[in-house]
């Protein structure tokens, strides 16, 4: 009798797989099979949408004629280096009669293995496996636990649907841009109203006008000790006059004041909630200037190879009920682990989480990312980085609010209010697991005590323009639809409607890189120069509009629940698309403009000026006839991108500092330096 196959998204997790169930045997033809499954897996996406010219090949020439590009009926193809490895799931699919998916449990896990049946043409029984944890309890479990295929029908839609619009907008708009202008111009659903975001920005700092003003401070003398204090007036703590300044200074310098007011109020600060992965690589991009594909790749290997947390790619902060019971062994690990100075008042039996953190009603596909039951062995880098936000952020959920006494005091001195503000700790609370910050202490003040003004200061400043963004300040925006929201609880509520998905986002960001619209400058993210021609050609607001583009991600977010008609979504895109291209047909014709270059530095082979090219940093005096001279700096070593700054320290200084991310021809990651020797670049372990 012919087994259930399972099909999981990569290699790993099969492994995974045969390791929990137990029993399995590895065949030659790439699959395992025990006695009571086969076992194959996915290599990531090995089907794709078909090209233009598959349907046409008329399509294959790029021209505005040919637009907009809108097939009947959407086909599929195998990605060409795949086409073995879909030949044997073809193979093991037709003789299956129930198959298991295995891929990850999303939107992107669904979509490939859905793909993989619709190619191969199996149309037999689907159960599917939904875990947020790959240790072998977690996979038995889920075994125990299969669903009915049909009950992702939802989530299949929306994947199918994100996957077809995200090919006709940046098929259609790609081509109608490059074709119109002369230069090839990638144009996508999410990657360019993100763009559009940083040249707005970056025009807003550009068009700033700074305006000068002067602040006055004291020092107060009391006889509990001396403190400070601004100067303000009703809800203004700034001055537009260096005269009124300097007045004010006069008036209270070394004059006799009381303490007009003296409030002390207790403030209680609730355990911040539990990581999602766009929270997660916003505070590792704040902390240690993390991308956020690095947070993502690293939590990916704590998730998959180490199993040592659970699935990385939610966007929930919340947990679930059900996993209550879960929680003594997930501390005992941790204790385990390097963490039980933290955890010793927690065990045997965890104190009981509030609604806060068990919140059902704020999961969807997967909870929050924390610990699993895996103790954690010798963790390096940005592993053991990652691991211990994650860590502590779990266990800090278990502790009671932090306690702190706040004083605000009105110091008056000649009819001049001065504020101060103090902050003192009076319990640590859940502050004890992920640091206490800063006290600012004041001494014991009450109202209508004297005081004396010992020292008065005028600093003259000016008002600054917003600042450029980072990533961690991006992906904000991003999940908030363009929108800066800081407060938790409000940015919660408005994920559904965000650019992109926790899944994406870090892969947008790099691909902006990749075309070079934008460029980093510590970190900080800047548009280049063709960023923002790209973005001032664009007149269409679904295009650049972080509202509009997010406003699609609720839809596909209700596709998901049912509650949205995914024809109708179709549509939508098919006449946006449309309306796109007669708009780029109708536009003025407008050349991209290439600035002039700055050299990066001298050649070291003939003196020469080294500019940037498409590929590489090369000398000038290289000729296309005579070649001239080779010198090169490829942008790309090893697998890993070389910036502009980058080649700039080579050139200067000879060498860069220790650059991490290289892969050697056999796959391993390394670190080196890059030196030059003898008019060449090599590495400097």
């Known amino acids: 009798m012919t087994k259930p196959l399972i099909i999981a998204e990569k290699p790993a997790m099969a492994a995974d797989i045969a390791r929990a169930l137990g029993g399995f045997a590895r065949y030659a033809g790439g699959y395992w099979e025990s006695r009571d499954y086969r076992l194959a897996n996915a290599i990531g996406h090995i089907v794709t949408l078909k090209e233009p010219e598959d349907y046409d090949p008329a399509w294959k020439r790029w021209s505005l004629k040919s637009l907009p590009i809108i097939p009947g009926q959407f086909g599929l193809k195998v990605i060409p280096h795949q086409a073995k490895q879909f030949s044997m799931l073809a193979t093991l699919l037709k003789q299956a009669p129930l198959t298991i998916n295995a891929c990850d449990a999303g939107r992107e896990g669904e979509l490939i293995f859905r793909y993989i049946c619709q190619l191969a043409g199996y149309t037999g029984p689907v159960q599917r496996l939904w875990i947020s944890s790959l240790t072998a309890a977690a996979i038995r479990a889920g075994f125990a636990q299969l669903r009915k295929g049909q009950e992702y029908a939802n989530l299949a839609a929306a994947a199918r649907c994100r996957s077809q619009g995200d090919w006709l907008v940046g098929i259609n708009a790609t081509r109608a841009f490059t074709v119109k202008h002369k230069e ?4 996508g659903r999410v990657q360019t109203p993100t763009l559009a975001m940083l040249v707005n920005r970056e025009r807003e ?83 240690w200037g993390f991308s956020a594909a690095r947070t993502l790749s690293t939590a990916q290997n704590l998730y ?65 990312i924390i610990p699993t039951e895996k103790s954690a062995g010798s963790l390096r880098g940005d592993e053991a980085m990652i691991y211990d936000l994650v860590a502590r952020r779990f266990i800090a959920a278990f502790y009671p609010d932090c306690q702190w006494k706040e004083t605000r005091v009105i ?57 450029r963004y980072t990533e961690g300040t991006l992906l904000a925006a991003m999940e908030g639809a363009g929108k800066m929201v800081e407060e938790e609880e409000l940015r919660e509520a408005m994920k559904d409607s965000g650019l992109g998905t926790p899944a994406t986002r870090a892969a947008i960001i790099e691909r902006l890189k990749q075309v070079e619209y ?35 991600e609720r839809r596909l977010a209700e596709m998901e629940l049912g509650r949205e008609d995914s024809r109708a979504f179709m549509e939508d895109v098919a006449e946006m698309v449309g309306a796109l291209v007669a708009e780029v047909a109708a536009s003025e014709v407008k050349e991209i403009v290439r600035p002039v270059q700055e050299p990066l530095g001298e ?52 060498k860069t500092p220790k650059l991490r991310g290289f892969v050697s021809k056999k796959g391993t990651k390394f670190s080196a330096s890059l030196i030059l020797k003898g008019g060449k670049v090599e590495f400097e372990f």
């Open 411 to 467: 110091t008056r001195v000649e009819g001049e209010d001065f504020e101060s503000k103090g902050r003192e700790l009076v319990s640590p609370g859940w502050r004890q697991v992920e640091g206490v910050g800063n006290e600012q202490l004041l001494p014991v003040l009450s109202q209508g005590d004297p005081v004396k003004t010992v020292d008065v200061q005028v600093k003259q400043d000016e008002t600054k323009p917003l600042a």
């Open 205 to 287: 700092i550009r068009d700033f006008q700074p305006r000068v003003f002067w602040v006055v401070t004291a020092e107060f003398a009391a006889s509990s000790g001396s403190f400070p204090g601004r100067w303000f007036r009703g809800k203004e703590n700034r001055l537009w006059s260096p005269g009124e300044a300097e007045g004010i200074k006069a008036k209270v310098s070394g004059k006799q004041g009381i303490i007009a007011e003296c409030q002390v109020k207790p403030r209680q600060e609730a355990p911040p909630l539990l990581w999602d992965l766009t929270s997660l690589q916003r505070e590792a991009n704040r902390r």
């Open 518 to 552: 934008i460029g980093v400058e510590g970190k900080s993210l800047y548009p280049t120069a063709k960023g923002e021609q790209l973005i001032g050609l664009i007149t269409l607001p679904a295009l650049v509009s972080p509202e509009l583009t997010g406003e699609w």
């Open 603 to 654: 050649c070291p082979q003939c003196g020469g000026a080294v500019i940037e090219g498409k590929r590489a940093y090369g000398c000038s005096n290289w000729k296309p006839k005579d070649g001239g001279c080779k010198f090169t700096i490829w942008k790309t070593i090893a697998k890993k991108r070389i910036t502009a700054n980058q080649a700039k320290q080579l050139l200067t200084k000879g």
């Open 304 to 368: 998959e190879r180490h199993k040592l947390i659970t699935y990385p790619r939610t966007n929930s902060r919340y947990l679930t009920p059900d996993l209550t019971p879960s929680f003594a062994n997930r501390l005992e690990a941790l204790a385990k682990g390097g963490y039980s100075e933290y955890i010793a008042s927690l065990l045997p039996t965890p104190p009981r989480l509030t609604g806060r953190v068990l919140n059902p009603a704020r999961v969807r596909d997967h909870h929050a």
């Open 184 to 187: 090839l111009l990638s144009v």
